[in-house]
């Protein structure tokens, strides 16, 4: 007689469903992590010219 093995293994194979929705959220988590990191440079170098226009306090003079 062969060994039957549980039923919770039973016809499983490869990746659940929410293993691979993990995988994607993480994939999809690095990539705007690299994003935010390539754009750093340039939001520092914008905020720093929206400083010097005035900022919040410069209302609509600049369009």
Do not use: D
């Not at 039923?7 to 690095?30: C, D, I, N, P």
């Not at 390539?38 to 010219?49: D, G, M, N, T, V």
């Amino acid at each position: 007689m062969r060994a039957r093995r549980p039923a919770a293994h039973r016809g499983r194979s490869g990746m659940t469903g929410q293993r691979v929705l993990m995988a994607e959220a993480a994939m999809v988590g690095g990539l705007a992590l690299g994003l935010l990191l390539w754009e750093l440079p340039s939001l520092r170098r914008e905020a720093r010219i929206w400083r010097m226009a005035g900022g919040f306090r410069a209302g609509h003079r600049y369009p």
